[in-house]
């Protein structure tokens, strides 16, 4: 599913495969005005599945239940804020209470091999975001076929992913947050300058709510 995330945001994909029960429960917990009507969540057991929290009777039926085009939620996307997101919905430390989320390095299951970088997510741990560390590279990247590629990552990330053993500082990295999941002005700048501002295109926005 990691990898997945990556190839359906490509343009031409027109699919997803993966498990998106473990997807769904992850936006139902950041995103609050994205979950279904239901009742409280769940109280679960330990060792239960947390996506348990989400089951139960949907509330009301009303319109908020229909079906909505895919353009309802890109256009809601690009209206968020930064205080529209839980940043933690499971406690106030989680690298304290989860430690190898702290891991940096590759995660592999069979020949899948992806980067993975917590410095990039800092806000999901409590802190406040600052420029990431430069990306983990591959040893070397390939094309066998048209639509496909290979990544080899050095024998150096296999060993860190056999032994988990190089784990974060976030306290070298930044600082606590306050509620409203602030970042660095300078992050701010430097991602301005590597991603889309919107998913919705300039061209298209048709209501100066959604303006980009």
């Known amino acids: 599913m990691y990898r997945q995330l990556g190839r359906s945001s490509r343009a031409g994909s027109t699919g997803f495969y ?9 936006i139902y917990e950041y995103f609050p005005s994205l979950r279904i009507h239901r009742a409280a969540p769940q109280t679960v057991t330990q060792g239960d599945p947390l996506a348990r929290r989400w089951e139960g009777p949907v509330h009301g039926g009303g319109p908020s239940e229909v079906p909505r085009p895919l353009d309802h939620y890109r256009r809601l996307l690009d209206g968020f804020r930064a205080d529209h997101v839980d940043w933690l919905p499971f406690g106030a ?28 997510t800092l806000r999901q741990f409590g802190y406040r975001q600052v ?15 048209v639509g496909t590629y290979k990544v080899v990552f050095g024998a150096d990330l296999d060993q860190l992913w056999r032994s988990r ?4 500082n976030l306290d070298a990295y930044s600082t606590p947050f306050d509620d409203t999941g602030s970042v660095d002005l300078e992050y701010l700048k430097w991602y301005t300058l590597r991603t889309h501002p919107c998913i919705v295109p300039p061209e298209m926005v048709s209501s100066r709510r959604w303006h980009c």
């Open 131 to 145: 420029i990431p560390d430069p990306p983990i590279r591959p040893f070397r990247v390939s094309r066998p076929a």
């Open 18 to 26: 993966g498990c998106l029960t473990l997807l769904q429960a992850w």
């Open 93 to 120: 430390h989680p690298g304290r209470a989860v430690p190898r989320s702290l891991y940096r390095g590759v995660i592999r299951i069979y020949d899948v091999t992806e980067a993975y970088d917590p410095s990039r």
């Open 165 to 168: 053993g190089q784990l974060i």
